[in-house]
């Protein structure tokens, strides 16, 4: 899907419902696949960030409440997170986070390390969050099955008939089809349990401070899940050579000294870990990667719905990173398995 055009009248009317009337600018702002996001510059010197929410894929109401629990459960404790201003469905206004940076791939291994240890103090921050339970924003969000079954509904379909095209890809898949379960049977099972997690944690879903102590962002799709999808989901941008979008794909591999990094800055946090979760924190890698070119492949069938692009074939291209990190982290499964027994 395209960039929606908003008008300035639209804009404007949006920050006014959320106090703001003195804005001398706003733009267009991040490379977020899913919200539209503006950057908004003030008379008073003050910036914001504007969101519109994509109702297309959010309960606005259920996200609202989601949100405002989590960062205000998280300011309770001090922890620096998103500053929520306003909040006027489906807009909302933050606080801008000044002084931080965002980034579309890791440029150094510290920054792997201070991104996984990020998370793992997410997680810990939020483990006691008082119930009720967080709702379940996108039901089955991660059930790697589900995610399948929706790519073969898709390609029954073929509504755009661009199946034939992605016959390859589709084979790559069949290929992995029977490890896709492990995670979620094995907390069907109970053996991995159910934690409060991001769910989203691709690089540029953290804010870099130049001291590293950085700021998770894009608390959209925090909800409960296995702390496994958040460190694969990490695995799958922050070991990753190149841009999720890179079309050279010479230049898409996994890293072993980012996903040594990210190990470690995990491992150093997330002390909760049982020895179901470990045991498959490199499958994860492979998993959520799998899982998010599964979702690019399904998108690109269905015409481009889902996730925001920018030219025709941008969800396959995507696809293409996606798999060319699995294949690169099954060629190295045996060192990466011994790069996490190192750490646990
Ligand atoms: P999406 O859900 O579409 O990914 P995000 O909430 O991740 O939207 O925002 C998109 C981008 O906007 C982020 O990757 C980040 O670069 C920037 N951003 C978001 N919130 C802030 C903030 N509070 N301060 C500064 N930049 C932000
Ligand atoms: C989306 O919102 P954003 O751009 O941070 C998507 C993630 C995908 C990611 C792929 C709510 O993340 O699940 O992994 O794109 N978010 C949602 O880049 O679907
Ligand atoms: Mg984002």
């Known amino acids: 899907m395209g960039a929606r055009v908003y008008s300035k009248e639209e804009l404007a009317a949006a920050l006014a419902s959320m106090g703001v009337t003195d804005q001398t600018d706003v733009s267009r702002y991040g490379s977020g696949h899913i919200n539209d996001t503006f950057k908004v510059e003030t008379k008073r010197g003050v910036r914001f960030i504007l969101q519109r929410v994509n109702t297309d894929i959010f309960d606005p109401v259920l996200l609202k409440n989601n949100i405002l629990r989590v960062t205000s459960f998280l300011k309770s404790k001090g922890v620096a997170s998103l500053e929520v201003v306003g909040y006027e469905n489906p807009w909302r206004l933050y606080a801008f986070l000044e002084g931080y940076t965002s980034t579309d791939v890791v440029t150094e291994v ?64 069949e290929k992995r089809r029977e490890e896709c379960a492990r995670i979620v049977n094995l907390m069907k099972s109970g053996d991995i349990p159910e934690r409060v997690v991001h769910q989203d944690t691709k690089i540029n879903n953290v804010m ?43 230049k898409v591999y996994s890293k072993k000294e980012y996903f040594e990094a990210l190990v470690k800055g995990y491992l150093a946090g997330a002390k909760f870990l049982n020895e179901a979760e470990k045991a498959n924190i490199a499958f994860s890698g492979r998993l959520l990667t799998l899982e998010c070119g599964i979702r ?26 996606q798999f060319k990190m699995v294949e690169s982290m099954e060629a190295q499964a045996d060192e990466y398995e011994a790069i996490v027994r190192k750490y646990c």
Do not use: W
């Not at 792997?112 to 379940?136: G, H, S, T």
């Open 296 to 321: 690019f492949l399904a998108d690109y069938l269905n015409g481009d719905t889902y996730f925001h692009t920018a030219y025709d074939d941008h969800n396959l291209v995507r696809c293409h990173t």
């Open 110 to 173: 510290a920054q792997a390390e201070q991104v996984a240890a990020a998370f793992a103090k997410f997680q810990n921050d939020l483990a006691d969050i008082p119930p009720p339970r967080l709702d379940d924003i996108i039901v089955k969000f991660h059930d790697t099955p589900d995610r399948l079954r929706q790519l073969d509904e898709a390609a029954a379909k073929d509504v755009k008939g661009r199946k034939a095209k992605v016959a390859a890809e589709l084979a790559f898949v």
């Open 208 to 250: 870099l401070a130049p001291d590293g102590t950085n700021v998770v962002i894009d608390l959209d799709t925090t909800m409960p899940g296995s702390a496994l999808y958040d460190f694969g989901d990490m695995v799958r941008t922050s070991s990753a050579a190149a841009a999720e979008d890179e079309k050279d794909l010479s």
